[in-house]
């Protein structure tokens, strides 16, 4: 049975966030709301308005920003979120519904596959995992193309879609479908892609790839298409899909490692790490450029009793606060100058200001 977070304990966990490094001349992060999804205390009764969607474990729906909730359901195989629009699908379907923050259908679309929003676009990967199809508002066909490998990784710009496959390379593909650059690393006894992503002018596009050893490359763009820039030996690899993040305005890409959140400049000549506590479960930037990670620590998905830490910084590694909270499904998203951090069962809002 899953265990539901006590208000009384997320509000302790961000009175901790508050006040646990000092904050001259900092963001100063103030607890707004508290939502317990098992029993929702305000509901939206308008369809129009601002909404932030969330998804913690199998939970997910939109809340307005003051903190009534407008939409909230379990996930069937999976969910496709947008900012204004969702698909809940199940495992195996002939047609994908779209439905929009109130959980009204807007369209439903002939398709076999599972469905991909990213960055204002939307995707279908094929059933087989090997295939992508990018669709248009009305749900047609943009592009397709079969990559011939299981994919195990993509990202997305406005221009240019990412692609990481378990054959080792990793693939950049035009708005209309054509291939610009395909690269394969060499030098490592097994070739997969585990994490890959893109810049969101299309200038750089990071990996990390193989096993023994396995590596982060940074590629930048020329001419040619793109040539590598930075190629690193990780020292402690990681044998599942890797967070991977560039964020706007932000000179660095942020990589998952056991423990720790690397970070390279695009410049190719910085690096370090941030140390956490535990395996990092998502990374959210905000505008202002903090960044907001969490990591779970003690217990996680696989006992009835978990925390995780949440860690702010300024890039590149400045640490302004880490808060402990108990949970097993974690959450955490930005939107303006507020926070939204999910654990099990609760949702909550931060605002952060500057003095």
Known sequence: MKRSLAFGLLFTAAYILIFSSPLKKEPILTPVWVQNLSRPTKIANSTNGNTVGFRIGDVFGYATPDGAIKYLDTTQFNVAMADKRFINYS????????????????????????????????????????????????????????????????????????????????????????????????????????????????????????????????????????????????????????????????????????????????????????PVSGAVSTISAANDSLVFAVSKTAGGDTSNAGTAELTVFAPPARVIARSVFNGRRFFVTTEGDSLFLGADKNLMRIDYVRE
């Not at 991909?116 to 992508?132: H, K, Y």
């Not at 790839?209 to 590596?215: M, T, V």
Request: proline residues 4%; contains cysteine.
């Open 91 to 274: 495992s195996v379907s002939k047609s994908l519904v779209e439905k929009n923050t109130a959980g009204r259908i807007t369209q439903t679309i002939d398709s076999r596959g599972y469905p991909i929003f990213m960055d204002g676009r939307s995707f279908v990967i094929n059933t087989d995992r090997t295939a992508l199809t990018e669709l248009d508002s009305e749900g047609s066909e943009v592009w397709s193309r079969d990559f011939g490998s299981l994919i195990t990784s993509m990202d997305v710009s406005s221009a240019l879609t990412v692609v990481g496959l378990l054959n080792g390379s990793v693939v950049v593909v035009t708005k209309d479908g054509r291939i610009e650059y395909r690269y394969t690393p060499g030098g490592s006894k097994v070739s997969v892609v585990y994490g890959c992503a893109i810049s969101s002018d299309g200038e750089y596009v990071a990996l990390v790839s193989g096993l023994d050893p396995q590596k982060f490359i940074l590629l930048a763009r020329d001419k040619n298409g793109y040539r590598p820039r930075m190629v690193v030996d990780l020292a402690v690899p990681v044998h599942h899909q890797v967070h991977l993040h560039f964020f706007p305005n932000n000179p660095y890409v942020y990589v998952e490692s056991p423990g720790a959140i690397n970070y390279f400049g695009t410049d190719g000549h910085i690096s370090g790490f941030i």
